[in-house]
């Protein structure tokens, strides 16, 4: 497959030195003898760019607050002083000039300033050709220094080395302070500061190294040096980039722009795409740095087969692989009938290649027995925001965020799991000062951090979300902060009363539910205070909501408090979900789900099943399909016989892990399609390889409904795409599928799902990514959903959700309640992150206890102990941490040897059967060993490698 040409994708994005100003009101001026129009309150500079004057400049972007700081940008304001055109302000009449003889000479003066304190190793060093200090001073006829350097900087220069990704070297640093400014401003960490005064300053870390400060890495820093004073290793490495590649990230489901930059078909960088709003030009540690694993040696590259899990891999020819595998599930047909097979797609694949794997169940398969990662995270999201709202998915776009007044943040850590919008939340909460309250049993970032302070924080009992919610609504009832005149235009008046009689209840009461949740009634009726008497309200949740028993009613109770209080349809209010995997809301989109088609039409109407029939060929089943966990079920049964799993490791990610390796090892035939072999690949008889989104091309879509482009940037390490892969087996099994391109597969969704029937290729590299409903109503796409009127035919339904406590919460002999999450530097299970520098910051899971708790424990950092719930038993190391609340625990899952996930139990979500991974009951013991589970599950991961090593040494021969 031949690399895309960069020059037709790569449109970089203008710097225009400050920021824009919001204003409409224009003036005129006169800019080196030109008339340019400008608002008010825009800088010269940013007026002078606009219309190609590039005004030389060091410390200036527009991502920055102007500072004037480096000089260089200075210019003549007829009738007064020369002035920093950064900080100098447009009015009417102004004459400006740019260039002259004088000015010249002062920036060459400044310039040769500048270098009398820089190395001038130029051709030796990092930056050779990308530094802006050595291109102003080749413009300037800048060969040397006029002036003495010695002794002017005595101490000895600082060289830290330590950070997995990047060098810092104070001498090249020209103390513009773009680095400080920008960890301050943008990122919002405080990680940078400055050390001494004058000739002697310079930039560090605090009092630490990079790597072991609380910089997080985000490598901001590093894009804006003019230097090579901050430098990427990969850049110190293999020098300057030869090709530039748009593409999106492929981590959580922000949905980043990036440009990735290649050198003989390896990576040097990747900096973000200042075209994509997702992302406003910023990147966190992963999306920026954490691509190694795209090479890495445990890549798989071709398929493996063998007819019993107990045999050694053979590699064979992807030929040889689609006969087998047609031959296996086709047997499984005969015998046991089409209900026995089914599939699990990836949420990290395109949506073409989701929707070529649930198109390949309902053909090839003839059944409804897909599903995706969403079962496990966010399906009562879909649920239950199309239950209260008429549709599965997020209200606003990121840019939202600017207008918000309350942010109400719940069962969501945004700035380790979603880092760019967390970012983005505490900019505005300390520059905007916007109120905040914090839902969740753990003390986060947004909770207090530099500079920023949630107004409440609810530290609730795990599991007692709904309990809260209710509260809250029965304060906004009762004390009438309801919006009267939006529910009686907006919402489903046959359901208000009912709602209405049963959330005045004294159940429902602060006092009352203060007790159940561990926290004040005083801090609930603030905090639906604050929620309910600002104009602009916005709801930000994430896992912390819907992996629950009661998930679904947790997102109907959060939906309800939108409808209360009209806050949708508009800037800067709505309800939104942080989707935890890049593509997880273009899965479900475009049908990977047992009980819906693309765009989430019922599989049990004959209408639908008919369209479908006729654009596919084959009859369509109106059988409602197996989820996940049913599937699971069914195995057990000796009923599911045959699963194609699309790049999910399901004995890391799923709870109750012996459970689903019984399942698995009850199985006749599985074939997995991934990047590495992993611990589900222990009961597969068929590994296809995937590969990376640095080698695909085609669409992701974000938490925001937001349509991106991917494409491929490094030539493809498989001889096959995952959708040609797919396509393939399904004609081996009888049903002809074939495509040339993806962009065929998308045209074939567009005429089947109206909400992206006016979507293109083309049309999202114009708009830098377009939201669905993109169609002739909206040809542009919708940033806002409900504008104007809620999308549910009837209007908005308030949902009655009574609080149920959950049959996984603590007693006397389970005390502990058990939290599972994500860290900043790893991603899910670890598959990608594992498999690159980012490990170096977490090398294992830790089990997170409260001092108080380890006390009595008798407990300290880095005991193993055994922890044990009413499903399983596991070690892990403990390290005391205060951000947990007494009698609750918390963890990672990011490492497959801990497996954590074995522990937790088989509670779900009533509705949509969502694991409860956020409330498991445990003990604790002291122990010295690894649990009899982690043993096990260690040697057969030995036996997998002695497998595969074996294929090797077969293919040598």
């Known amino acids: 497959m031949q690399l895309t040409n960069a020059k037709n994708i ?14 409409k009101k224009e003036v005129t001026l006169t800019i080196d003898g030109q008339t340019v129009t400008a608002f008010e309150g825009e800088s010269v500079m940013r007026a002078a760019l606009k219309v190609g004057i590039n005004i030389p400049r060091l410390c200036a972007t527009d991502s920055l607050k102007p500072i004037g700081g480096c000089r260089l940008c200075i210019v003549e304001i007829e009738g007064a002083r020369i002035t920093t055109s950064c900080t100098a302000i447009v009015a009417e009449g102004l004459v400006v000039t740019t260039e002259s003889k004088e000015l010249f000479k002062l920036r060459k003066n400044l310039l040769d300033l500048y270098i009398s304190e820089h190395p001038l190793e130029c051709l030796v060093c990092s930056a050779n050709g990308d530094c802006d200090l050595q291109t102003l001073c080749a413009e300037h006829g800048v060969r040397g220094s006029r002036f003495l350097v010695e002794d002017r900087k005595p101490h000895k220069p600082v060289i830290d080395k330590s950070a997995p990704y990047f060098d810092y070297e104070s001498s090249k640093c020209i103390s ?11 990122q919002g960490t405080f990680a940078l500061t400055v050390k001494h005064r004058g000739l002697h300053s310079e930039v560090c870390p605090g009092l630490f190294d990079f790597k072991n400060s609380i910089c997080v890495s985000c490598g901001k820093c590093v894009e804006v040096c003019p230097t090579a004073s901050l430098n990427e290793k990969s850049m110190v490495k ?22 990735v930059e290649t050198k003989m078909d390896e990576v040097v960088r990747i900096t973000p795409n200042g075209n994509t709003p997702s992302n406003k030009n910023h990147l966190c540690v992963k999306g920026r740095f954490a691509y190694d694993y795209v090479s890495h040696k445990e890549r798989i590259t071709e398929p493996l087969i063998r007819e019993t899990v107990n045999d050694p891999w053979k590699k064979v020819s992807f030929e040889e692989a689609f006969a087998f595998i047609a031959k296996g599930f086709n047997k499984i047909k005969e015998e046991h009938g089409n209900d026995a097979l089914g599939s699990l797609a990836s949420s990290r694949c395109t949506i073409e290649e989701v929707y070529a794997l649930q198109k390949f169940n309902r053909t090839a398969f003839a059944n409804n027995n897909i599903d995706n990662c969403a079962r496990r995270c966010h399906s009562p999201t879909g649920y239950g925001l199309e239950q209260t709202l008429g549709t599965s998915s997020g209200t606003q776009d990121f840019d939202s965020i600017e207008h918000v007044d309350v942010f109400l943040i719940v069962g969501a850590n945004p700035t380790n799991a979603h880092p760019v919008v967390g970012a983005r939340l505490k900019k505005r909460m300390r520059v905007a000062g916007v109120k905040t309250v914090v839902i969740d049993p753990m003390e986060t970032e947004l909770v207090s951090s530099p500079l920023i302070k949630a107004d409440v924080h609810l530290q609730i009992k795990p599991g007692t979300n709904v309990a809260v919610l209710n509260s809250i609504a029965h304060v906004l009832v009762t004390q009438n902060l309801v919006n009267k005149k939006y529910i009686k235009e907006q919402l489903d008046n046959t359901l208000v009363k009912k709602y209405m009689d049963f959330i005045k209840q004294e159940q429902h009461s602060p006092e009352h539910v203060a007790k159940i949740a561990g926290v004040t009634s005083y801090d609930i009726v ?9 104009d602009r309200s916005s709801i930000f949740y994430g896992l912390g909501v819907t992996e629950h028993a009661q998930g679904s009613d947790g997102v109907m109770t959060l939906a309800n408090l939108a409808m209360l209080t009209g806050n949708l349809g508009r800037n800067g209010s709505g309800v939104n979900p942080l989707r935890g995997q890049n593509n997880v809301q273009g899965a479900c989109d475009v049908g990977a789900y047992p009980h819906s088609t693309l765009g989430y039409e019922d599989v049990t109407s004959q209408d639908v099943a008919d369209k479908y029939t006729k654009a596919w060929g084959v009859e369509q089943s109106t059988k409602l399909g197996q989820k996940m966990p049913e599937m699971i079920d069914s195995a057990l049964q000796d009923k599911f016989k045959g699963f194609f799993i699309q790049g999910e490791e399901i004995m890391q990610s799923e709870p109750d892990l012996p459970r689903i390796a019984k399942a698995l090892s009850k199985m006749d035939f599985v074939v997995q399609l991934d990047l590495f072999l992993n611990e589900t690949s222990a009961f597969a008889n068929v590994f296809l390889p995937g590969s990376s989104f640095l080698e695909k091309d085609g669409v992701f879509i974000n938490a925001e409904r937001r349509l991106s482009r991917v494409r491929n940037a490094l030539k493809p390490k498989v001889e096959l795409q995952e959708w040609e892969i797919i396509s393939k087996v399904a004609t081996a099994m009888g049903y002809d599928m074939h495509y040339n391109h993806p962009e065929e597969i998308l045209d ?36 806002i959903l409900h504008e104007g009127k809620i999308i549910r035919e009837g209007g908005g339904a308030l949902q009655v959700c009574d609080y149920q406590e959950t049959s996984s919460a603590a007693d006397v002999d389970f005390p502990f309640i058990l939290i599972t999450g994500r860290v900043l530097v790893h991603y899910n299970v670890g598959t990608q992150t594992r498999r690159t520098k980012n490990s170096e910051w977490h090398e294992k899971d830790e089990l997170l206890i409260h001092p108080s708790d380890a006390e009595r424990l008798s407990l300290k950092t880095d005991d193993l102990v055994s922890l044990i719930s009413r499903t399983n038993e596991i070690s892990i190391k403990v390290r005391l941490s205060k951000k947990v609340k007494a009698g609750t625990l918390f963890t990672t899952f990011h490492h497959p040897d801990t497996a954590i996930n074995a522990i937790q139990g088989w509670d779900k979500d009533k509705a949509t059967k969502c694991p409860e991974f956020k409330v498991t009951a445990v003990k604790i013991a002291a122990t010295d060993t690894l649990s009899e589970w982690q043993v096990s599950r260690n040697e057969q991961i030995e036996k997998q490698k002695d497998f595969f090593e074996a294929s090797l040494e077969e293919s040598v021969e």
């Open 176 to 186: 513009c302070y773009k680095c400080v400014r920008v960890c301050i401003e943008t």
């Open 526 to 534: 603030k905090a639906a205070n604050i929620y309910g008497s600002s």
């Open 10 to 23: 790569i449109n970089v994005k203008c710097d225009y030195g400050t920021p824009a100003v919001d204003s």
């Open 748 to 783: 074939e969704m567009k005429g089947l799902w109206n909400d992206i029937s006016e979507v293109s290729y083309d049309k999202i590299d114009q708009l830098g990514g377009v939201q669905w409903p993109c169609n002739k109503e909206n040809p542009n796409g919708s940033p």
């Open 238 to 259: 293999m020098g300057l980039p030869s090709n530039k590649v748009a593409t999106t990230c492929a981590y959580c489901g922000v949905g980043c722009g990036l440009v």
